[in-house]
């Protein structure tokens, strides 16, 4: 079992940047594939970047690529989501999330989730 806290959430003007980061704690961390999601008031949570357990592969959201970066740490079990260029559209609660099993894409995929952190991009 893993448990996952994010930080490094916060209000930044659009072209801003923000990194965030998860903490996990666990000692099976670097056996899951690991996953950003984001959810904005009134909107299903969406798939936004994966990482393998490995850090080899990576995937990102058409609406995310190019600006955002996913990254790991297994022997800190820390995950980052380096956030570039940001635009309001990107607004939303971000969560951490880890899994074992399914598609890198799909929530439900996902077994364990973070409190989430609160990403507020202004115009």
């Known amino acids: 079992q893993v448990q996952l806290v994010e930080s490094g959430g916060g209000l930044v003007q659009a072209g801003g940047s923000l990194r965030l980061s998860c903490a996990a704690s666990g000692r099976t961390f670097s056996t899951y594939d690991m996953a950003w999601f984001r959810q904005a008031p009134g909107k299903e949570r969406e798939f936004v970047a994966a990482?393998?357990?490995?850090?080899?592969?990576?995937y990102y959201a058409d609406s995310v690529k190019g600006r955002f970066t996913i990254s790991r740490d297994n022997a800190k079990k820390t995950v980052a989501l380096q956030m570039d260029s940001l635009k309001p559209p990107d607004t939303a609660v971000y969560y951490c999330?880890?899994?074992?099993?399914?598609?890198?894409?799909?929530?439900?995929?996902?077994?364990?989730w973070g409190q989430g952190t609160q990403v507020t991009v202004s115009s």
């Open positions: 999330a880890a899994r074992d099993a399914g598609t890198y894409y799909d929530h439900k995929s996902y077994h364990y």
């Open positions: 990482i393998s357990w490995s850090g080899d592969s990576t």
